[in-house]
């Protein structure tokens, strides 16, 4: 089933408040909570495997994932021949996936410049994003399929929202408002902390997102304010993959 636009373009011009700041310079860190008394002084079991002992039977490396080359990805897709009247963007609409995933996967670099007769590999979509919250990984779906994992940042005291969303908005570089300061930050100031692309699945007040990051050490931390963050510039893939309206699952 086709899926729609949620929200009218208009709303681009909404500024992006708060998920990804950084406290200003003289607030004091926060204490960290005390271990429970006597925690260290638990006792511990202690297993001594020795050689004669059976092999688990459990095979713990069926569970690793390997993420798809793009060669992989574009193998789901078939070949669709441009038709008059067709672009590249409605092509990527009629199939639910997004127009920068249909570039990627055609080599094109004017997504403008297609022709008639040309041949196009086309993916039928929609993905869908799952977040682990417990591991720190969101992961990438084709139904079933597993497509590519990527680890990020969650919120701080366990606010990023658990439950089943959808793709609100797609916006790239948004001005961004400090919570701290109230003031606007745009895409060309050093300061910026969206990386390029903001995905959101949960609306305002208090929007949460998907966007990236340049701060590598804030990965697999809990930082933000609630959104979920991705190392630069991979957020312009998973952009790439989702549309409005696309699935987005985050579990404990």
Known sequence: MKLKSMLSPMLALVFILGCAAKEPTGVPPEEPEPLEEGALEEEMEVVIITADAEEPEEDITAEVKENLSWEEIKALGFQYEVVPG????????????????????????????????????????????????????????????????????????????????????????????????????????????????????KPPPGAYGIHGTEEAGDIGREVSFGCVRVLHPREEEIYDFVILGSPVIITP
């Not at 403008?112 to 682990?132: A, C, S």
């Open 86 to 201: 067709d672009t590249l963007s409605e092509i990527a609409a009629r199939h639910n996936v997004g127009t920068g995933l249909l570039s990627r996967i055609n080599n094109i670099q004017d997504p403008d410049l297609i022709r008639i007769g040309q041949k196009l590999t086309v993916i039928e979509g929609p993905f869908r994003v799952e977040v682990d919250k417990s591991d720190k990984i969101l992961s990438l779906y084709l139904g079933e399929k597993f497509i590519r994992s990527y680890p990020v940042a969650l919120g701080k005291k366990d606010s990023t929202p658990e439950g089943e969303f959808l793709v609100l908005r797609k916006l790239e570089n948004p001005p961004w408002t400090d919570p701290y300061h109230r003031t606007i930050i745009r895409a060309d100031n050093p300061d910026y902390p969206l990386g390029t692309r903001w995905i959101e699945f």
